[in-house]
């Protein structure tokens, strides 16, 4: 129907598939379908950058029974906050994904309320981003791509069954484009430290190892979210506006600012929490399991601490509905 965004390997239009039954009653069910075009013969070079069937495997692999060898005795937990493929496959000069269609993403939202988070919205928010991220690494992956622009709301249909341009969302988060995620746990155990690796992601929210080229584990996600979170709360990151001569310049500037701006001066005027946060994220090792749940309730204790009320408020919604009343006040 309608192109509604770009993904990191292709395009990602809104799709409708329309059914009428033997009762003449048509439903009508809407989907996000990604599109990425496949290389011709004499781009052999391009083969690998093919991502789509990949991401398509790794969302069915989440959706599996599997789960990693140290929570091998623990019940499968249901699939909530990641987005179902319903289809892939190639077709044409273009390999195709059919997934669930989701609400805008944590970048635009961000956009619309003046690029700053309340802190109600951004503890509400960390909550469901560690159970995403502790989600993908149960079912043995790293994501190694945290950003705000991977975290989608779930959409909330209009009465119509139409899809809205509102940003009216569910209060479920979703992470999404899982096409340079990597297995880090197998039936022969955690994938082996590298110093070699090239920096894999966004270089805004890669941790220190990673630009350090090391090989990725699940402290680099959690840490990638620490840059997220204090994103969303500061408006921007220090080392946002940097540039070089070329790409690895760039990268350059951003570890050089990253790793020697202190953790205090990066939280100053935040909560503890924030920097406690960090600091155990940048204290794990490479095979360690983090605790997920000292971290969840690390913000949990600071939300009940504030006496905020949980009841998925977030700045957007609140900022529609201040829109509307001034629209209605014009409109008199």
Same mark, same amino acid.
Do not use: C
């Given at each position: 129907m309608s192109k509604i965004g770009?993904?990191?390997?292709? &395009?990602?239009?809104?799709?409708?598939?329309?059914?009428?039954?033997d009762q003449q009653q048509t439903t009508t069910e809407y989907y996000a379908v990604k599109?990425?075009?496949?290389?011709?013969?004499?781009?052999?070079?391009?083969?690998?950058?093919?991502?789509l069937i990949y991401e398509a495997k790794v969302i069915n692999y989440l959706f599996g029974t599997h789960s990693s060898n140290n929570s091998s005795n623990m019940p499968q937990t249901p699939v909530v906050?990641?987005?179902?493929?319903?289809?892939?496959?190639?077709?044409g000069a273009y390999n195709i994904m059919v997934m669930d269609l989701l609400g805008p993403s944590l970048e635009s939202l961000f956009k619309k309320c003046n690029r700053k988070f309340s802190l109600k919205t951004v503890l509400m928010l960390a909550?469901?981003?560690?159970?995403?991220?502790?989600?993908?690494?149960?079912?043995?992956?790293?994501?190694?791509?945290i950003k705000p622009d991977n975290f989608l709301m779930g959409r909330k249909p209009s009465s119509s069954g139409q899809v809205s341009s509102s940003t009216s969302t569910t209060a479920n988060g979703n992470l999404s484009n899982f096409g340079l995620s990597k297995m880090y746990i197998s039936d022969k155990g955690h994938i082996p430290l590298r110093k070699d690796k090239h920096l894999t992601g966004t270089a805004r929210y890669a941790s220190l190892n990673n630009h350090k080229g090391?090989?990725?584990s699940r402290r680099d996600d959690l840490e990638s979210l620490g840059y997220v979170l204090l994103y969303f709360l500061r408006g921007t990151l220090p080392w946002q506006g940097l540039t070089g001569k070329t790409k690895e310049d760039h990268y350059n500037n951003i570890y050089n600012k990253k790793k020697n701006i202190k953790v205090v001066s990066l939280c100053?005027?935040?909560?503890?929490?924030?920097?406690?946060?960090?600091?155990?994220?940048?204290?794990?090792?490479?095979?360690? &399991?983090?605790?997920?749940?000292?971290?969840?309730?690390?913000?949990?204790?600071?939300?009940?601490?504030?006496?905020y009320s949980l009841d998925y408020e977030w700045d957007w919604i609140v900022? &529609?509905?201040?829109?509307?009343? &001034?629209?209605?006040?014009?409109?008199?």
């Open positions: 770009n993904g990191a390997f292709g &395009e990602v239009f809104l799709a409708v598939n329309s059914q009428t039954s599109l990425e075009l496949m290389p011709t013969r004499n781009q052999q070079n391009m083969a690998g950058k093919q991502q906050g990641i987005p179902r493929v319903y289809w892939y496959g190639s077709e909550d469901q981003m560690i159970q995403r991220v502790e989600f993908t690494h149960r079912r043995n992956f790293v994501h190694r791509d090391y090989e990725q100053k005027g935040l909560p503890i929490e924030f920097a406690t946060y960090l600091n155990y994220t940048r204290g794990l090792k490479f095979f360690q &399991e983090p605790d997920y749940l000292y971290l969840r309730n690390l913000f949990l204790n600071l939300f009940v601490r504030e006496r900022q &529609e509905r201040k829109q509307r009343t &001034e629209q209605q006040s014009q409109q008199r």
